[in-house]
């Protein structure tokens, strides 16, 4: 069976925009040599994503911590590590994939 890939994912934006505030986005480099491809840096409603990332590394990675921002802007915080890690993979992978629909 052949893969369709669909539509191009446009490039990364700026910013976001959420009930609770805009949040910059921005890429550096040397994220991934740190261990992560992106961070939310919550006091400063920031998102930023490691500029070495292909299109759809940094969509993954922008929605991954978009729904960090979320997730801290509704005020969730019983959620374990791991259970917020996996929400944000889940909905970030859910959310790429969807947009790549033809």
């Given at each position: 069976m052949t893969q369709k890939t669909g539509k191009p994912l446009p490039?990364?934006?700026n910013a976001v925009h959420l009930p609770a505030g805009e949040v910059s986005v921005t890429r550096q480099k040397g994220l991934q040599?740190?261990?992560t491809a992106g961070l939310f840096l919550w006091?400063?409603?920031?998102?930023v994503i490691d500029s070495g990332l292909g299109r759809t590394a940094a969509w993954l990675?922008?929605?991954h911590e978009?729904?960090?921002?979320?997730?801290?802007?509704?005020?969730?915080t019983e959620l374990t590590k791991k259970m917020e890690e996996d929400c944000c993979n889940a909905i970030a992978a859910a959310l790429v994939y969807g947009k790549r629909q033809p």
């Open positions: 490039p990364i934006p040599a740190k261990g006091g400063e409603r920031s998102i990675t922008l929605y978009w729904v960090h921002a979320v997730l801290a802007d509704a005020g969730v």
